[in-house]
């Protein structure tokens, strides 16, 4: 069985044999909720690729002391695949991003579509972030992922236009697209650029102004089937279509 992972803010300079000391919630949650003992191994990670194999010293309500036998250094996986979440209704966003994180997803932008229901403006906007990057950390420790997904505030179409002009390649899920999303050439060496970009609609679907433009910026219109999925599962299915055509599953 894979040993628990918990989090901390930095893992540069550590040794085998150093004491890395986890402090506040991360500690509370190791030590009251999952009631982790001295003696019992565990992993930790700075979400940037070490990770640390490692032996519990001493624990404390807040703190937890671990002592260091193995450090290993993973390198990002590559292709990175960002996705554009168009801002869902209720829990629904929580949800993409939590399965988006435990596929491998590296880069989660929401996104305010022109039929978005979900409305991020001033508080509201600061709590709905803080909740994705709540949630997209606690899936990276529960799938063990060295490497963290970053959730950017939120994007408006113009910045996800130049997103898509920067990437190596781009779809747009659209259910009226001709092409298939099997169709898709893969770059032919991923991971040396801006990796790979999926734009997911909201529930009302993208308007014709938003399908040309990100058309136009390199975003090909694609279908994943002749079933039409909720905007919090469509991402999941086509990150996992593409990337299982890739060394990182595989392919």
Do not use: F, N
């Not at 305010?112 to 709905?128: D, I, L, T, Y």
Request: negative net charge; aromatic residues 2%; proline residues 7%.
């Amino acid at each position: 069985m894979t040993l628990p992972q918990h989090l901390v803010p930095d893992l540069a300079g550590v040794a085998p044999g150093a004491t890395v000391t986890v402090e506040g919630d991360e500690a509370h949650h190791a030590v009251v909720v999952r009631r982790l003992r001295q003696g019992e191994r565990l992993q930790l990670s700075d979400g940037r690729g070490r990770v640390v194999l490692g032996t519990i010293a001493a624990t404390a309500k807040r703190t937890l002391d671990v002592t260091v036998e193995e450090v290993v250094d993973h390198p990002e996986p590559v292709p990175r695949i960002t996705v554009v979440q168009a801002l869902p209704k209720g829990d629904r966003g929580e949800l993409a991003v939590e399965v988006l994180t435990e596929i491998g997803v590296a880069r989660i932008v929401p996104w305010a579509a022109e039929r978005s229901v979900a409305v991020w403006k001033g508080e509201r906007a600061a709590k709905s972030l803080a909740r994705w990057r709540s949630t997209a950390r606690e899936a990276a420790k529960q799938s063990r992922r060295a490497w963290h997904p970053e959730v950017t505030p939120m994007a408006g179409t113009d910045e996800v236009v130049a997103l898509l002009e920067a990437a190596e390649a781009g779809v747009v899920l659209h259910e009226d697209a001709a092409t298939p999303l099997s169709e898709i050439a893969l770059p032919p060496t991923p991971g040396t650029g801006a990796g790979i970009a999926i734009v997911v609609g909201p529930e009302g679907g993208l308007s014709d102004t938003e399908v040309a433009r990100l058309a136009q910026a390199g975003g090909v219109p694609v279908r994943l089937g002749t079933e039409v999925l909720r905007t919090s599962t469509a991402g999941l299915a086509a990150a996992s279509a593409l990337l299982a055509r890739t060394p990182r599953w595989g392919g």
